[in-house]
């Protein structure tokens, strides 16, 4: 069984650039989960892809959006950089459905730096 | 009022020791509850997840959930230096899609 993977491992951008990050989904999971954790702060939630659809989505702007694909992975766009986006970008997969299989397991994280 | 709150911490316990973490949460139609631990630099990894009221228990690892008192704990017995971490608290609700994190508990264990 292969674990959840991320690409790539850090990554430096300029204000106003844009960045894609990718993720690989754990063997025989169909939900990707994105979070974005800045330091000194639990992981705060991006949006949830299911069968190729955002399937909900936190408090983040418009342009943060993602794919997922047939194959489960997913990717996180970003553009228009701000500052701000400076963090660790997590990706969690899990086996959506019933409750009691609803458990993420996190990558090992994109960190991201905005200059 | 956050909708999952944590003591920041740190909170520091001698080896060997139960170390006590705590959890609460403001949506009361919660259904999932998780700890994570998190080490500096790394994401987080599971710990334990549970979803009915009472204890389960994961070799040093217990956890408590009760849902009248929207309180979710995580006991550590015989703490060892290796469990110094960040232990974070998660909560999902009805509908699945949505996972809320604490800030997280800093936690050293003294050798």
């Known amino acids: 069984e292969t674990g959840v993977t991320q690409s790539p491992t850090h990554l430096i951008k300029t204000r106003g650039q844009q960045v894609t990050l990718r993720c690989s989904s754990q063997s025989g999971h169909n939900t990707v989960s994105w979070y974005q954790q800045a330091l000194g702060q639990g992981p705060q939630f991006i949006f949830q892809?299911?069968?190729?659809?955002?399937?909900g989505r936190g408090n983040f702007p418009p342009r943060f959006s993602g794919l997922q694909f047939p194959n489960y992975s997913s990717e996180l766009n970003v553009n228009a950089l701000e500052l701000d986006d400076s963090a660790l970008y997590l990706c969690?997969?899990?086996?959506?459905?019933?409750?009691?299989?609803?458990?993420?397991?996190f990558g090992p994280g994109t960190r991201l730096t905005v200059l | 009022q956050k909708e999952v709150e944590q003591n920041s911490g740190p909170l520091s316990v001698p080896e060997g020791a139960i170390a006590s973490l705590n959890c609460t949460y403001s949506d009361r139609v919660s259904q999932s509850f998780f700890w994570y631990r998190q080490y500096s630099g790394k994401s987080p990894e599971l710990i334990m997840s549970i979803y009915s009221n009472g204890d389960k228990e994961d070799g040093r690892f217990t956890a408590q959930l009760n849902k009248a008192s929207q309180y979710v704990s995580l006991l550590i017995r015989d703490s060892q230096p290796s469990d110094s971490a960040t232990y974070l608290c998660a909560v999902k609700g009805p509908g699945g899609f949505k996972t809320i994190f604490g800030a997280g508990t800093r936690l050293f264990v003294k050798a």
């Open positions: 969690a997969s899990s086996l959506f459905g019933e409750v009691n299989t609803d458990t993420q397991y």
């Open positions: 892809y299911y069968r190729e659809e955002e399937n």
